[in-house]
């Protein structure tokens, strides 16, 4: 196209995008290193880009779990190894059993459990320091539209936190579509997975229904509850600190306190320190 940028300074251009987003975040501090989760989509390929871009790829170990249960899971691993090659970052593979998959209730949810399990894993085999995942900004929105759905109370809408352990995510400034876009801009190898579209999944469904209609209501819903959930978890964190504080005033001890102790204190601060003396 005439007049369009080069195809060299444009792919420059989104990756130091995506490299200030990674910078702007804070959650990945400078001399560390961690392992990236690399599932062969886009995100994860921005985000691998966006950690290598910023602190070189010696600092960063791909990690990809094929389960096999799809057709094109060898496809999904061919392009993670293709991006590490291009961006000169390790990948390490794990092929779980898929029958340890298929076995679960929640396929989803053993996946994940899978999934994060051996990052930890490496993370602690290697000495690393964090583990990144590709999540966006779109993910948490549909993450807080599915727990309000499913899960009462506001303990329930604190999912996907900026950082979480070992674990940050470092792209949650971005939409969904912009990640993509970037990822292409810069030339990054990804692919698309198909089930991402099956409404089985409630998820799925949250994507191609819910969220299209709030953003014909409102243009900025996306960036409206991504704002709602930090405020969400900047107040959880306060009432947490006076729980414990509570908790240590009473006396708490051996998992137990005086009742009298938590009597006069406001109903939600009293709550939270019942279950955190619970969870104790």
Known sequence: ?????????????????????????????????????????????????GLTGLYGPGEVVALHLNYGLRDEAGEDERACAELCERLGTELVVERPPAEEVRGAGNVQARARELRYSAAERLRSERGLDWIATGHTRTDLAETVLYRLATSPGTRALLG???????????????????????????????????????????????????????????????????????????????LARLA??????????????????????????????????AER
């Open 1 to 49: 196209m005439a007049g369009g940028p080069r195809i060299g300074s444009m792919s420059g251009a989104a990756t130091a995008r995506l490299v200030q987003a990674v910078r702007s975040s804070g959650l990945v501090e400078p001399g560390s290193g961690g392992v990236a989760l690399c599932s062969g989509g886009a995100d994860s390929a921005a985000l691998l880009a």
């Open 160 to 238: 996907l936190p900026e950082r979480r352990g070992a674990i940050v995510r470092p792209l949650l400034s971005l939409g969904r579509e912009d990640v993509r876009r970037l990822a292409r801009e810069a030339a990054l190898p990804f692919r698309d997975d198909a089930s991402n579209e099956s409404p089985r999944f409630a998820r799925n469904r949250i994507r191609s229904e819910v969220l299209p209609v709030l953003a014909e209501i409102g243009p900025a819903a996306e960036a409206s509850i991504a704002e709602t959930h930090a405020e969400l978890e900047e107040e959880a964190r306060t």
């Open 244 to 277: 414990d504080e509570a908790l240590e005033a009473g006396g708490a001890a051996g998992g137990a306190i005086p009742a009298e102790a938590l009597s006069g204190l406001d109903p939600a601060v009293r709550r939270l320190a019942l279950r955190a003396l």
